[in-house]
C-alpha cells in the first residue's frame, strides 16, 4: 500500500464517519416524524447545542467522556459505534471497487441499509420515506453507472436501468409471496408491507441474480433466528407455551439487509460454490436433512397453533 492510498483509505474514513453521525440523527427522527435537518444535533434533555468540538465523529464522544457537557446526561454508545461502523465500511468498499462509480452507489446503499436495519430494531418498522427513497436512488444510480460502464453511451444507462427495475420487481414479488406462504403456516400475519419495499429497494441497486440470492439467505438467516427465538421461548416455558407465545415478533430487515450486504460483496463466490456443489453427488446428503428440518418446523409450527 503506498502513500497516496494510505490517504485516501484515511479521508474515507473520515467521511464515513461524518455520515455515520448523520445516521445517528435519521434513526433517531426519521421514526419520531422529525426534521433530519432542524434543529441542529443537540442535548435530548437539557436542548444544549452542539459546538463543533463536540459535534467531531468518534472522537467528539470520546472528548466529551460519554456524557453531555452541560447536564452530564450520559450519551449512548451507540453513537461512536455507528460512526465508527459506517467508517469502516466506507473504507471496505472502497478497497472492493477502487475509485469508481461503484464505491460512491455502494456506499450510498449501505448507509441506507445500516439505518433502515436499526430503525426496525428498534422500532420494527421501515419507514417509506427511507425504503421508497432508496429505491429512486438506486435506479438513479443505475442510470449513472451504465452510462459510464458502457464508455458514455445511453445504451448502457437503459441496459443497467432495465436491470434495476426488474430486480425491484422481483423483490416486491418474492417478499409478497414469502408473507402469504408464512402467514397459511402461521394463522397470522407473517411479516409487515416494508419488508417487501426494502427487498425492492435492494433489487433497484442490483440486479435479479441479486435479489434471488439476497431473499434466499434473508430467509435462512431469519428461519435460523425465529428457532432461536422460539426455542429460547419454549425452554423458558418449559415446553407448555403456545404459538402466541412462542412465535414472537422479529424484524426481518437486519436479515434483507445481512443478505443483500453479503451477496453484494460475495456473491459471484457463493454462487460459484453452489453450482460446485449442486454437480457433486454429495448434495444428496445435504437434501435429505434440509427436508427433514422443513417438515419438522411445518408441524412444530402447526402443533403450536392448535395449542393456542
Known amino acids: ?52 468540538g463536540e459535534n467531531i465523529p468518534i472522537l467528539g464522544w470520546l472528548l466529551l467522556r460519554g456524557k453531555c457537557r452541560h447536564c452530564r446526561t450520559p ?68 442510470f449513472v453507472a451504465g452510462y459510464l460502464d458502457r464508455n458514455y453511451s445511453i445504451v448502457g444507462s437503459r441496459e443497467y436501468l432495465i436491470q434495476g427495475i426488474l430486480g425491484m420487481v422481483l ?8 408473507s402469504i406462504l ?18 425492492a429497494m435492494v433489487g433497484a441497486w442490483s440486479s435479479w441474480k441479486v435479489v434471488l440470492l439476497s431473499g434466499g439467505l434473508a430467509s435462512a438467516l431469519a428461519i435460523f433466528g425465529f428457532v432461536a427465538v422460539a426455542g429460547y421461548s419454549t425452554i423458558v416455558s418449559g415446553g407448555k407455551a403456545g404459538a402466541k407465545t412462542l412465535i414472537q415478533p ?10 443483500a450486504t453479503i451477496s453484494l460483496f460475495g456473491g459471484d463466490w457463493l454462487i460459484d460454490t453452489y453450482q460446485q456443489f449442486a454437480r457433486s453427488p454429495d448434495r444428496y446428503l445435504f437434501a435429505i436433512p434440509l427436508l427433514i428440518m422443513l417438515v419438522t418446523l411445518l408441524f412444530w409450527t402447526r402443533k403450536m397453533r392448535l395449542r393456542s
Open 75 to 142: 450519551i449512548s454508545q451507540r453513537y461512536p459505534l455507528i460512526e465508527a461502523i459506517t467508517a469502516i465500511i466506507f473504507v471496505i468498499v472502497y478497497n472492493r471497487f477502487g475509485l469508481s462509480i461503484q464505491t460512491v452507489g455502494y456506499s450510498l446503499l449501505m448507509c441506507w441499509l445500516l439505518a433502515l436495519t436499526l430503525i426496525d430494531l428498534d422500532t420494527m418498522t421501515l419507514p417509506n420515506s427511507l425504503t421508497q427513497s432508496g429505491l429512486v436512488l438506486g435506479l438513479t444510480f443505475q
Open 171 to 178: 423483490g416486491i414479488w418474492i417478499y409478497d409471496t414469502i
Open 250 to 259: 422479529l424484524p426481518l430487515g437486519p436479515f434483507i439487509a445481512l443478505g
Open 1 to 52: 500500500m503506498n502513500i497516496y492510498d494510505t490517504i485516501v483509505q484515511v479521508i474515507i474514513f473520515w467521511l464515513g464517519a461524518a455520515i455515520g453521525s448523520f445516521l445517528n440523527v435519521v434513526v433517531y427522527r426519521v421514526p419520531a416524524g422529525l426534521s433530519v435537518i432542524w434543529p441542529p444535533s443537540r442535548c435530548p434533555k437539557c436542548l444544549h447545542q452542539l459546538g463543533m
Open 182 to 199: 408464512g402467514s397459511m403456516m402461521m394463522g397470522q400475519l407473517a411479516q409487515g408491507g416494508g419488508d417487501a419495499k426494502l427487498m
